[in-house]
C-alpha cells in the first residue's frame, strides 16, 4: 500500500509548478498528507462519500485557480499595453517638444520685429510707395508676412496645447503603468496561493484513489450510457458541433485544470467542445454563467451548458433526451451522465 500511496504522490506533483514542488516536497517528504488515509472506522460508503466531497473540493479550488490565471494573464496584457502607451507618451511629447522649440524661435523673432518697430501695415506700404504698382506690390508682400507671422503664433499655440497635453498623456500612462505592475504582482501572489492549495488537494485526493477497492472504484464511476450520437439533431450550427465534438472525447480522463485534447477538466471539456466549432467561449464555468444567455430548464437545447452547484463550480453539456456529458471527478472519465446525476442543477446558459 505504502507503494502505491507513493507512486499517487508522485503523479500528483508532476503537476506542480516552480517554487511550489520545492515547498510541497519540504512539507511532505515521501510521505502522504494528514487524514488522506481512512481512519480504522471508516467504512467503504463513508470512504467513498469522503472521497468524492474530497473531488468536489478540488474542483473548487481548480475552477478558482483556473480564473485565476485567466486574471494573470489579462493583468499581464494590460501591463504590457499600459507600457506601450507610456512609450507611445513619452515619445509623442519629446517630438512636440522639438517642434514647440523650433516655434518658439519664430515666434521670438516676431516679438523682437514688433519691438524694434517693424513696420508691417498697410498704412505703411502707402507711405512708403512710388507708385501704383509698387503700392500693390508692397501690400502683397506684406500681405505673405501678416499670413506667415498668423500661421506661425498659431503652430506655436496649438504645438504648445498638443505638448501640454502629451505631457498629462505621459503622466497618466506612467501611472496605469505602475497601477498594472502592482495588479499583475498581487494576482501573481494570489495565483500561486491557489496553485499550492490545489496541488495539496490533489495529492489528498489521489492518495486516497489509491487506497479505495474495485468494488468502490466501481461505484464511484457508476453506470455507463450508451447515448446514441445520432439523437443529435444533425446541422452544422456551432452547438451541434460543440455537442458532437464532446461526445467524441467519452472516456477520456479527467485531469484538473487541462483543456484537451485527450484530457480534460468540466469546464475545460465544453471550452475544447466550442472551440472545435470555432466559438470561443470563457475558460472557467463561473466565467461560462456569465458570458452565456440565460435558458430555463423547460426550454434546454442540445449545446446548452448546464452550471451545478450555487458557486457555479462544475458544468456539464446538455445533449438530449435528458442528459448531459461532463467531465466528472478524477477516477471518472468524460462520460454521459441524467442531467441531476452530475451535481445539483443550478442554471443553464445558451451559446449561439
Not at 507708385?131 to 499670413?147: C, G, H, Y
Not at 504645438?159 to 495588479?183: C, G, L, P, S, Y
Request: net charge positive; aromatic share 6%; with cysteine.
Amino acid at each position: 500500500m505504502a507503494g502505491r500511496l507513493k507512486s499517487g504522490a508522485a503523479a500528483a506533483l508532476r503537476f506542480l509548478v516552480g517554487p511550489v514542488v520545492l515547498a510541497l516536497i519540504v512539507a511532505l517528504g515521501a510521505g502522504v498528507p494528514a487524514g488522506a488515509v481512512p481512519g480504522p472506522q471508516e467504512g467503504p460508503d463513508q470512504l467513498l462519500a469522503r472521497y468524492k466531497d474530497l473531488g468536489n473540493q478540488a474542483e473548487q479550488a481548480s475552477e478558482a485557480m483556473n480564473q485565476a490565471q485567466v486574471d494573470f494573464t489579462q493583468r499581464n496584457n494590460d501591463l504590457r499595453q499600459a507600457r506601450q502607451a507610456q512609450l507611445d507618451a513619452q515619445k509623442t511629447l519629446a517630438g512636440l517638444q522639438v517642434r514647440e522649440a523650433g516655434l518658439q524661435k519664430d515666434v521670438n523673432a516676431i516679438a523682437r520685429a514688433s519691438y524694434m518697430g517693424a513696420r508691417v501695415n498697410r498704412l505703411y506700404a502707402v507711405l512708403v510707395s512710388d507708385s501704383p504698382q509698387a503700392l500693390l506690390d508692397q501690400m502683397s508682400t506684406l500681405e505673405v508676412i501678416s499670413r506667415k507671422t498668423t500661421r506661425q503664433i498659431r503652430d506655436f499655440k496649438h504645438t504648445r496645447d498638443a505638448a501640454e497635453k502629451a505631457r498629462d498623456d505621459a503622466q497618466k500612462a506612467e501611472d496605469n503603468a505602475n497601477t498594472a505592475i502592482v495588479a499583475v504582482n498581487k494576482t501573481r501572489a494570489d495565483l500561486q496561493s491557489k496553485q499550492s492549495k490545489l496541488q495539496m488537494q490533489i495529492l489528498e485526493v489521489k492518495s486516497v484513489y489509491e487506497s479505495m477497492t474495485g468494488k468502490q472504484l466501481a461505484a464511484l464511476v457508476g453506470p455507463t450510457i450508451s447515448f446514441d450520437p445520432r439523437l443529435v439533431p444533425p446541422g452544422t450550427a456551432a452547438a451541434t458541433i460543440a455537442v458532437q465534438a464532446a461526445l467524441s472525447r467519452i472516456g477520456d480522463p479527467y485531469v484538473w485544470g487541462a483543456t484537451g485534447p485527450n484530457q480534460f477538466d468540466c469546464s475545460g471539456l465544453m471550452m475544447w467542445a466550442y472551440k472545435q466549432a470555432g466559438k470561443s467561449i470563457p475558460r472557467t464555468s463561473e466565467a461560462q454563467l456569465a458570458g452565456g444567455k440565460q435558458v430555463s430548464r423547460n426550454d434546454l437545447q442540445p449545446g446548452d451548458l448546464i452550471i451545478y452547484y450555487s458557486d457555479a463550480h462544475h458544468v456539464g453539456m446538455y445533449i438530449g433526451d435528458g442528459y448531459v456529458v461532463h467531465a466528472s471527478t478524477f477516477g471518472v472519465p468524460v462520460k454521459v451522465a441524467p442531467i441531476d446525476g452530475a451535481g445539483p442543477y443550478d442554471s443553464a446558459v445558451r451559446y449561439s
